[in-house]
């Protein structure tokens, strides 16, 4: 309940895929239409500005990520919504040092520690130093990998205690949404999450329902 009743955010994701096939006037376009449809249906529950997330993957050349930082630079986005984007790792220096200030930017992961003798990982530490505010934990792809609730809490926590906001991926596939088994593969992945989270960690948390069908 705790979770339902403090983490009454949207998420929409974007792939990089999506993007470099549209000009930023439809993106932008899509962005607002989508937001003022989730600000209606929600308004009667609690006003929250409404948050757009842009997941790149594992995709992005150097000139492909020149291209939609200009693309992003050069779109009207609206003011009722918060964009965050989150590039490969080996790009988040160059779109956090180019893109507009009103787009917040991401990492795709984060550790469960500091820095330290950990080949492969990225620290919270690393990314608040690089002036990064968000971070994605738990997606699905990650999970796929063998990275289990507990685990994907406790990277959660830890960044939210070195200062970083976290979105907080959760979903089932298709094979538990045929069986009716929602649910059940979900609420462990949120409990976890409750489990790990203080009252005021929510504050800086979206929770981002990513079905895997």
Known sequence: SRCVATAQFHFVLYHLSSLTMQSSRTISSAVSKVAARAYSSSSKVEARKFFVGGNWKCNGSVAQTKELISMLNQSTLSTDTEVVVCPSQVHLHSVKSGLRT????????????GNGAFTGETSAEM?????LEWVIVGHSERRGKGESDAEVAAKAKYALDKGLKVIACCGEPLENREAGTTNDFVFPQIKAYADAFSKEDWKNVVIAYEPIW
């Open 102 to 113: 009103d787009v917040a930017v991401g990492a795709q992961d984060v550790w469960t520690q």
């Open 127 to 131: 990314l608040t130093d690089m002036g």
